[in-house]
T-cell receptor, first 116, second 116 residues
Framework: EPEVTQTPSHQVTQMGQEVILRCVPI?????FYWYRQILGQKVEFLVS????????KSEIFDDQFSVERPDGSNFTLKIRSTKLEDSAMYFC??????????????FGSGTRLTVV | GQQLNQSPQSMFIQEGEDVSMNCTSS?????WLWYKQDPGEGPVLLIA?????ELTSNGRLTAQFGITRKDSFLNISASIPSDVGIYFC????????????????FGQGTILTVHP
């Protein structure tokens, strides 16, 4: 079964440093997403990406965040200057199309980001 | 924004027991999704519901889309130890006239513990 792959599985970074979280979505998928889950809390939408541009973003996704699809396979989330409150699991997800019957898209296993 | 409220927050049951959990919203959702999350993993789709009143099964799991479109429940019959995890309901929030690119809103989760 095709998978969404995320690397690294765990990243520890100093406050103020830049981090890049990487994702390889399923190869024929067109819509890409990042979600965040603070420990013990619910999964929260950050951003959706389609046709090489951001299509929707949440209030969490401020100027410190950016996304990129630098080539045909990778999808990255960059946090420019990390804060302690950015510590969370970050999940990448992808889906092939936006039909009503296809809302249950595939999530990766996540990257645990710890800011110290 | 549109919120999803899950209950109960946690459940402790014996192996073999049936489980029921539900999800409610103050506003209408046109799709209801149920995900399971194992520790350290991303959410995995269990059941997707697309029509009010729909009742769908996946093995020992059964979920229903409430006729008011403001609630859904998930039942697990004859629970086994591997049912342990966090169960989330999710759905695409109503978009006020704009185009939705597949963003999902998640509930806060029901933590299920199964004692052998």
């Amino acid at each position: 079964e095709p998978e969404v792959t995320q690397t690294p599985s765990h990243q520890v970074t100093q406050m103020g440093q830049e981090v890049i979280l990487r994702c390889v979505p399923i190869s024929n998928h067109l819509y890409f997403y990042w979600y965040r889950q603070i420990l013990g809390q619910k999964v929260e939408f950050l951003v959706s990406f389609y046709n090489n541009e951001i299509s929707e973003k949440s209030e969490i996704f401020d100027d410190q965040f950016s996304v990129e699809r630098p080539d045909g396979s990778n999808f990255t989330l960059k946090i420019r200057s990390t804060k302690l409150e950015d510590s969370a699991m970050y999940f990448c997800a992808s889906r092939r199309q936006l039909s009503k019957a296809n809302y249950g898209y595939t999530f990766g296993s996540g990257t645990r980001l710890t800011v110290v | 924004g549109q919120q999803l409220n899950q209950s109960p927050q946690s459940m402790f049951i014996q192996e073999g027991e049936d489980v029921s959990m539900n999800c409610t919203s103050s506003s209408i959702f046109n799709t209801w999704l149920w995900y399971k999350q194992d520790p350290g993993e991303g959410p995995v789709l269990l059941i997707a519901l697309y029509k009010a009143g729909e009742l769908t099964s996946n093995g020992r799991l059964t979920a229903q889309f409430g006729i008011t479109r403001k609630d859904s429940f998930l039942n697990i019959s004859a629970s086994i130890p591997s049912d342990v995890g966090i169960y989330f309901c999710a759905g695409p929030p109503q978009n006020a006239g704009g185009t939705s690119y597949g963003k999902l809103t998640f509930g806060q989760g029901t933590i299920l513990t199964v004692h052998p």
